[in-house]
């Protein structure tokens, strides 16, 4: 049972252009979530996150929306570098439940 | 640096041997959680402790899994007659009690392979 989806498995986006990472979640007590960042060898990195009482949360070039009515999240960076080349995966929590649940991630690749 | 740290790093391992991994947290947080991720999907959460307390456990963590976290500093993750099927990234992460906040940060991992 995927509790949290990452249709996308790759994106690949023009440098200096707005990418766009999808995800879709199926449980209702999710009431937070991250996006995470990974390189190869590497564990995954934390880059932003929203509660569930917010719609919006912006970090410099990274912006997290979430519609809860949808129950879907999307991660925007504007504007896209090559170090921004890598697969990012989705998180979700709920208060009480300190695990997280991940996406399978998608991988980006920025285009020079 | 001060961020979480693994080892080792690889271990490659004949199967029915015992393995052994140590995770150091982010000193000041007091929870620390394992996590396998296997080629093509995202982590799947093992276990976590508050402190020196495992508090849950997945269904994912068999009986030949064991993990401990003596005194709530670091922790250890031993799987006894290890097998192919546990053949995985094991990667841990740590973070400090904060009811407004989820995030977790993570180690390098220690990358398994059973042959």
């Known amino acids: 049972d995927q509790q949290v989806k990452q249709n996308s498995p790759s994106l690949s986006v023009q440098e200096g252009r707005i990418s766009i990472l999808n995800c879709d979640y199926t449980n209702s007590m999710f009431d937070y979530f991250l996006w995470y960042k990974k390189y190869p060898a590497e564990g995954p990195t934390f880059l932003i996150s929203?509660?569930?009482?917010?719609d919006k949360n912006e970090d410099g070039r990274f912006t997290v929306f979430l519609n809860k009515s949808a129950k879907h999240l999307s991660l925007h960076i504007v504007p896209s570098q090559p170090g921004d080349s890598a697969v990012y995966f989705c998180a979700a929590s709920n208060f009480g439940n300190e695990k997280l649940t991940f996406g399978t991630g998608t991988r980006l690749t920025i285009i020079p | 640096d001060t961020g979480v740290s693994q080892n080792p790093r690889h271990k490659i391992t004949k199967r029915g041997q015992n393995v052994t991994f140590r995770c150091d947290p982010i000193s000041e947080h007091n929870r620390l959680y394992w996590y396998r991720q296997t080629l093509g999907q995202g982590p799947e959460f093992l276990t976590y402790f508050q402190n020196e307390a495992q508090l849950e456990k997945s269904r994912l963590l068999s009986d030949r899994f064991s993990a401990e976290r003596p005194k709530g500093s670091f922790s250890t993750l031993e799987i006894q007659r290890t097998e192919q099927g546990d053949s995985a990234m094991y990667l841990c992460a740590s973070s400090l009690e904060v009811r407004s906040s989820y995030e977790q940060y993570f180690g390098p991992g220690t990358r398994l392979t059973v042959t």
């Open positions: 929203i509660s569930s009482i917010k």
